[in-house]
């Protein structure tokens, strides 16, 4: 069965410390990694897309990678206002369908 | 801000009423997907459609269902409402050729 598996669930760092958040995924036939950002009770705001093994796409202080099991979400230098649900899916199969992970919670203090 | 829009934004009903969700696309996509986001979940998929057509659905029963409109507008239908249905419904719209979903804003739905 296709899974997405983010880690950790949460995260707290202080603003200016660097770290990443984890998405292992487990599906046949990989069509697409991405990553949104969710802030409370708004819709998922689309952040990458990554195709295959190898790829990485940068904005602002984030950058997503992709290997052949895993994805990452590196944080550089981190703001208050990164503090969001970070979310990972997958596409996998003949349609569209978008497979999510629990996401993960990233609070960023001053 | 994506050109996606739902709605209500919000919604209470009681166990056993039926209810009607809105999207209206992003101009110039004819795929719409539903998805439900239970508090602290990631979303899970309900169906798509693609050009009026039903196109793949998740494990959701059938009193869970849609149209689309030939604008691209979409409904969710669901029928017979239970207290696990309480979650933030988002919809998503793409194109045809291309994967990535934008998502519009959701509508939070209660049922007592």
């Known amino acids: 069965e296709d899974q997405v598996t983010q880690s950790p669930e949460a995260l707290r760092l202080q603003e200016g410390e660097s770290s990443s958040l984890n998405c292992s995924y487990t599906v046949s036939g990989l069509r697409g990694l991405f990553w949104y950002r969710q802030d409370p009770g708004k819709g998922p705001e689309f952040l990458f897309t990554l195709y295959s093994a190898g790829e990485e796409k940068e904005k602002e202080r984030l950058k997503a990678t992709l290997t052949k099991k895993e994805s990452f979400l590196h944080i550089t230098a981190p703001k208050p206002e990164d503090s969001a649900t970070y979310l990972c899916?997958?596409?996998?199969?003949?349609?569209?369908?978008?497979?999510f992970g629990a996401g993960t919670r990233l609070a960023v203090h001053p | 801000e994506t050109g996606v829009t739902q709605s209500p934004t919000h919604l209470i009903k009681t166990r056993g009423q039926q209810v009607t969700l809105r999207c209206s696309s992003q101009?110039?996509?004819?795929?719409v997907s539903w998805y439900q986001q239970a508090l602290g979940q990631g979303p899970q998929f309900i169906f798509q459609?693609?050009?009026?057509?039903?196109?793949g659905r998740g494990n959701f029963p059938p009193r869970f269902s849609g149209l689309q409109f030939p604008n691209y507008s979409s409904e969710l239908n669901v029928n017979a409402l239970e207290l696990d249905d309480s979650a933030l419904y988002l919809c998503a719209s793409s194109t045809g050729q291309e994967e990535t979903q934008y998502f519009g804003p959701g509508t939070r739905l209660l049922v007592l």
């Open positions: 101009s110039g996509h004819n795929t």
């Open positions: 899916a997958a596409v996998s199969g003949g349609y569209n369908k978008l497979i």
């Open positions: 459609y693609y050009r009026e057509e039903e196109n």
